[in-house]
């Protein structure tokens, strides 16, 4: 975007005021005064201009404005929204030269604003947009061709640190609502003329921005054209978030799994981009969205490469172990406790009979209704403020937690397994995944209830077989695992060091597979030398 | 010739051609199979395992000799060598052997959970959801049925260390004198070990489906020896933990071996065991209703979708009619009958016309 800037505009601006505000004649006319006025032959004309402002005229911040060139004595308005437009910039170092100049002809508007971003148009279909993205309408008397004048008002949120995807080490800038000062964030971190940055409309209402994201010569072309075509196929009239396109745009709708990645954060993005994937980015989300995606990239968190490599595969596989005890350990409880309590060895099963012996419900029951608390407490906690939220975590856990183990609602050993799991899944680095983790025990719990240890497989094979199923921007979702590519397993369950990371993931097929020459990486030294 | 020709993004790549006849061929076969072979052999069955097991490879091999040929699967080599309609007729064979199958597996899975774990199993209600999760499975194309097939061998291969349990308390005394019974012995035990060893004709119907076929071949066999290798292991092992009279009594050897299984968290390792089992089996199922309904697709131009639901259940309904063990050793029986003909007598005589056919044309 250009900022509009003109030369010493500070100290034209000064000089000017005073004559400015001398020969403004600022009043808002009667419209309908102004059309009957006008001449009979430019009636269709002007039934034209009525359609477009009738419904402007009815908003309080329409503006319509009269002046006179001192030049040349013409009349000319400025027509604007004033929450849209930098009204100070446009005062300022707009208006002045306006009035000074020579301004005889429309075109001139180039010529006495030099630097601003000045478009010449006579379609009356063009000014309801540009109004409404910020333009400034200048017609001038005697003239069927308007000039529009772009100052639109920029409010920006001063970009914080990430809340979701927070690292204790690495950058805290998080991405912030307006789409060019997250492309900005983009841009800075990687200064290439090969990223290209793709502009779609989408939303007959809301015309959100939406940006198509990839390095060229590196990205797959067909996984581009894929995004571009399902952005380009899609029908709706609003788009308030990122979120709806990863609901919209994703292989599966009916899926719990999110099949994009999205993220706050601009270095996972621009390092995402390295790697030749594509990055869409919604104006008005904070968060942007990476694609194709594997299931297992949903447990790596952005910090894992600020560590030692040992340290991040150390951390990857705790995070993999913690999603598969938090789905299971409740179900296993269900399983072996209603059918297969021969499998407890003697010593755990005391514990376990002492612990459930007053508990007057089934296991299932149990299960349910602790699970059921735990979901409570979470989305009480979420929807609350975040002071009053923290309460409510601590009244919910421990007051909760002890007062039905006490009242001999449930087994102490549950609350301890249930504990553990909501702990476990709160792992997951990203938030959309761990939601649907979050539901993905509730048919296990069933299963387990139904048959055992063997309902507990079957609704496990159901779980693979969608995941087999499923797809993200066409590429397999269980990559690397399956379709086994064991080249890619440096960074998917394991975070090999940075000089084994020298090509780019198998299954993205892109066009340029090497990031870094691996000799030199890889160059060792002999003994004292 | 090549109404068989899959679109590259539905094969598979050449070494998980291997899971796909490993995960087919280890069924419920390697839970009781010990007993059937020493009736013949003895403790010197397990030469009759490594023996059998190396008839594989030349059936194998001729296999792939005939989806060469034809550059398709076998339903292009029938119709190749015997016309349109004989070739489709033996083709149409193929459906009911692999709906048995299909049913046949399910029903053995069925019988083994209801015996050790849940007598009062509805075989309907189990049916049905097993054979939605195949439906489900197939609907997904080739590669999802492989993938199964992957996950199915490897998730539960850490079930091959709980045998180091059995192993400790072995004798391998057991195994001696070694080579006292006649060739003939061995060769009925061989008999007997091929029907657990079957599965792997599957090859011939999801030829067309693997990416650069010529290099499948070592993986192929690869697999086969390994296939090889688990039974001989588990044979040995068996015969060296069980004594030949307690064996004659053990009709699944394999599960009573994970009885002496004590872990500081579980006791009863067998139920662990047949849990997994559930997903050890779920490729063979998945894979015989994918053979199933492509060749119904592939001769009479049935939409795939519909075909594998009424294949399905046909399964069901042969399932909850043979509950008992009588019957459903009568099944497995005839199956495996059809499927030792199919593998020893049909694949070498298509082998050799084809062989005869080519030879022919070629002058």
Known sequence: MIKKNFPNGANMANLFKSVKRLLKRKFTLDEQKDHQSGPEKREHRKDQAEDWEKELTKSKDYQKSYYFNQKSGKKFTLTYLSTLVEEKVMDNN????????????????????????????????????????????????????????????????????????????????????????????????????????????????????????????????????????????????????????????SDNGNSPFPQLLDTERPDRVSSSLVEGKVVILVDGSPHALIGPTSLTEFFNSFEDYFLNWILATFIRLIRLF?????????????????????????????????????????????????????????????????????????????????????????????????????????????????????????????????????????????????????????????????????RDFKDALFRLPFKSQAKRPQYLRTDDPIRFSKKKANKKKDIDE | MMQGSIQERLQISPFMAAYVIVSMQIGIGVLGFQRIIAKD??????????????????????????????????????????????????????????????????????????????????????????????????????????????????????????????????????????????????????????????????????????????QSKKFVHIGLLSTIFIYTALAVITFAYFPLGLLEKSIWATLEMWKIVRLPIIERFEYLGIANWTLIMLPSIALSLWAASRVTKRIFHINQKKSVIFIALVCLVIVVLIPTRERLNVLFNYTAIVGFSLAYIYTPLLYLLLLIKKKVKAE
């Open chain 1, 94 to 249: 707009a208006v002045p030269p306006l009035l000074e100049g020579e301004f005889h002809h429309i075109d001139d508007v180039k010529k006495l604003l030099p630097l601003a971003d000045v478009e010449l148009s006579s379609s009356f279909k063009d000014i309801p947009e540009k109004l409404l993205k910020g333009s400034v309408m200048l017609t001038l008397e005697g003239d069927k061709v308007f000039a529009f004048i772009s100052s639109p008002k920029q409010i920006v949120r001063s970009v914080s640190a990430p809340e979701i995807e927070f690292s204790v080490v690495g950058p805290k800038e998080a991405f912030v609502e307006p789409i060019d000062q997250n492309i900005n964030m983009i841009r800075k971190r990687l200064p290439l003329k090969e990223l290209i940055i793709e502009q779609f409309i989408v939303g007959k209402l809301s015309l959100t921005k939406v940006c198509v994201l990839y390095i060229e010569g590196v990205t797959n072309k067909e996984i581009i054209n894929t995004v571009k075509q399902r952005i380009s196929d899609l029908d709706k009239d609003e788009i308030a978030d990122s979120s709806y396109f990863t609901q919209m745009i």
């Open chain 1, 322 to 486: 913690s999603v598969i005890f938090s789905i299971m350990v409740t179900p296993l409880y269900v399983a072996v406790v209603t059918y297969h309590y021969q499998m407890i060895p003697k010593d755990l099963l005391i514990t376990l009979v002492t612990s459930r012996r007053v508990v007057p419900f089934p296991p299932i029951l149990e299960v349910l209704f602790l699970e059921v608390t735990i979901e409570l407490l979470r989305e009480a906690g979420a929807r609350l403020p975040t002071k009053v939220g923290q309460t409510i975590g601590i009244v919910g856990g421990i007051v909760l937690g002890t007062a039905s183990v006490e009242a001999g609602l449930t087994s102490n050993v549950l609350l301890i397994l249930i504990a553990l799991a909501a702990l476990a899944s709160f792992t997951t680095p990203v938030y959309q995944m761990s939601n649907t983790i979050r539901i993905l025990r509730f048919p296990f719990l069933i299963m387990a209830e139904l048959w055992g240890l063997v309902g507990i497989t079957i609704a496990f094979c159901f779980l693979l077989t969608h995941l087999l199923r499923l797809t993200s921007l066409g590429l397999p979702f269980m990559e690397p695992i399956f379709p086994l590519r064991l």
């Open chain 2, 41 to 214: 052999a003895g403790t010197d069955a397990w030469i009759s395992v490594i023996g059998a097991g190396l008839t594989i490879h030349i059936i194998v091999w001729m296999m792939y000799k005939i989806c060469e040929t034809v550059n398709g699967d076998i339903l292009d080599a029938n119709v190749y060598l015997f016309g349109k309609i004989i070739g489709n007729s033996i083709n149409t064979f193929f459906i009911f052997y692999y709906t048995v199958t299909c049913a046949g597996t399910l029903g053995g899975l069925y019988e083994i959970i209801r015996t050790w774990m849940f007598q009062s199993l509805s075989p309907f209600w189990f049916g049905a959801v097993y054979l939605l999760l195949g439906i489900y499975i197939v609907f997904g194309g080739f590669r999802t049925v492989a993938g199964t097939s992957f996950f199915g061998m490897v998730i539960p291969f850490y079930l091959l260390f709980s045998f180091g349990f059995a192993l400790q308390y072995g004798d391998f005394t057991n195994l001696l004198p070694i080579m006292d019974h006649s060739f003939i012995e061995l060769v009925k035990g061989g008999y007997h070990m091929s029907l657990s060893y079957l599965g792997y004709g599957i090859l011939l119907f999801f030829y067309p489906f693997i990416k650069n076929p010529e």
